[in-house]
C-alpha cells in the first residue's frame, strides 16, 4: 500500500479487532469472578474459544509493533526523538504482554488437568487455575502503562505534524493518562477499579478517533505533502 497512513490504520484496524477478542470478548464468556469452579467448567466446555483468544492476544500483539514501525516511519520527520520514544514505549510494552500469555497457558493446563497434575485435587486445579487467569489480567495492566504512555509522544507528533488534524494530538495526549491511571488503579485500590474505569473510558474513543481517520483520511494528497513540507521546514 502505498499511503503509508492508510496503511498504518488497516493494521492498527486489523490489531484491534484482534485485541478486543482476546481482551474482551473472550474473557466476558468464559470468566466468572469470584466463582473459579464456574469459570474452570466454562472454559473445559469451551476450550477452542480460550485457546482463540490466546491466539487473539499474540497475533494482536505482533501486529501493534508492525503499528508502531510504519507510524515511526510516517511521524519521524516531525521529530526523531519523540518518534523514537513511541516506538520503545510499545517495543516494551509487546514482550510483557506477549509473556503474559503463559498465565493464560498454565491456567488452560491446570483446567484440562493432565496427568502430572493428578496429585492436585479438582478443588486446588480450580484454585491455582483462577490464581493464573488473576495474574493474567494484572500482567496486561502493567503492559497498560506502557499502552497509555506511548500516546503521548504520538500525540505530539500527531499535534506538529500539519497533516493531521491538531484535535487528534490533544486527545491522543489526554488519552494517555487513561490506561496508566486504570492500571495503577487496578493494581494499588482494586475497590475502586470499576469507578475509575467508568471515568476514564471516554477519552480512549480518542485513539479510536485516531485509527478510524487515518484508515479512513489516510489517503489524501495532503498526506504526502504535509510530510514533505514539515521536512523542508526543519531543513
Known sequence: MKNRGRFAGLLYAVASIFGVFGLLYVPSKLIVHGNAAATVRNIAAAETLFRS??????????LFVFV??????????????????MLTLILVAAPIAL????????????????E???????SQREA????????HGHGFDIAGIFWGLWLFPLGLLVYRSGFL??????????????????????LVLP?????VSRWTSPLQFCEL??????????????LAGGITQTSAAMS
Open 53 to 62: 483468544g490466546i491466539a487473539a492476544n499474540l497475533i494482536g500483539q505482533v
Open 68 to 85: 508502531a514501525l510504519v507510524l515511526y516511519d510516517l511521524l519521524k520527520p516531525i521529530s526523531q526523538r519523540h518518534a523514537v520514544a
Open 99 to 114: 509473556l503474559n500469555e503463559l498465565n493464560a497457558i498454565a491456567a488452560l493446563t491446570l483446567v484440562r488437568g493432565t
Open 116 to 122: 502430572f497434575l493428578s496429585m492436585i485435587d479438582q
Open 128 to 135: 491455582l487455575a483462577m490464581l493464573f487467569l488473576r495474574l
Open 165 to 186: 488534524p491538531r484535535i487528534l494530538g490533544v486527545g491522543l495526549i489526554l488519552n494517555c493518562f487513561a490506561y496508566p491511571i486504570n492500571s495503577f488503579t487496578a
Open 191 to 195: 475497590q475502586y477499579e470499576a469507578m
Open 209 to 222: 478517533a485516531f485509527m478510524l481517520w487515518l484508515l479512513i483520511m489516510g489517503s489524501r494528497q495532503q
